[in-house]
């Protein structure tokens, strides 16, 4: 089998150009592509009356960062004033992280621009077509 016939390789390929092709929507932000997933996550979390914030070892989850990535991308969101951390009353070793007035207003301002990018990836494939690769997509994940 050639590697570029290999499921893992195509697909990572596919993830590594997807990321830089959407990274220059948020690149006037200057924002790296850890800051944008936390901010995408967070923004993205809950529907828009009931947001929870989320712990760090949540955001690493979810945006499929390594503890390091996300220290550092919180770490630079906290000097820009994106994004509030405060202590979880459950659990005093955790954080609890959620967007500030001035994160919130840097993900209102993207998602026009994401939907955009993402429909123009998809300009040339039905909603049949899509729907199938969403389902094939779930199926392949463990």
């Known amino acids: 089998m050639k590697l570029e016939d290999m499921l893992a390789y195509k697909v990572a390929m596919l993830a590594s150009d997807l990321s830089e092709s959407l990274a220059s929507e948020y690149a006037e932000y200057k924002l790296t592509v850890p800051e944008w997933r936390i901010l995408a996550t967070l923004g993205a979390t809950g529907d828009s009356s009931s947001k929870s914030p989320l712990t760090a070892k949540e955001l690493a989850a979810a945006t499929r960062l390594d503890k390091v990535q996300v220290s550092r991308a919180l770490e ?3 000097k820009r004033d994106a994004i509030h951390k405060r202590s979880c009353e459950d659990d005093k070793r ?7 007035m001035e994160g919130k ?27 199938i690769f969403l ?4 199926a392949l994940r463990p």
């Open 76 to 78: 630079r969101l906290v």
């Open 94 to 100: 955790a954080t609890l992280i959620s967007l500030s």
């Open 105 to 131: 207003a840097i993900y209102r301002a993207l998602l026009p621009k994401i939907v955009c990018w993402q429909n123009k990836r998809l300009e040339n494939i039905t909603d049949d077509e899509y729907q």
């Open 135 to 138: 389902k094939v997509i779930d």
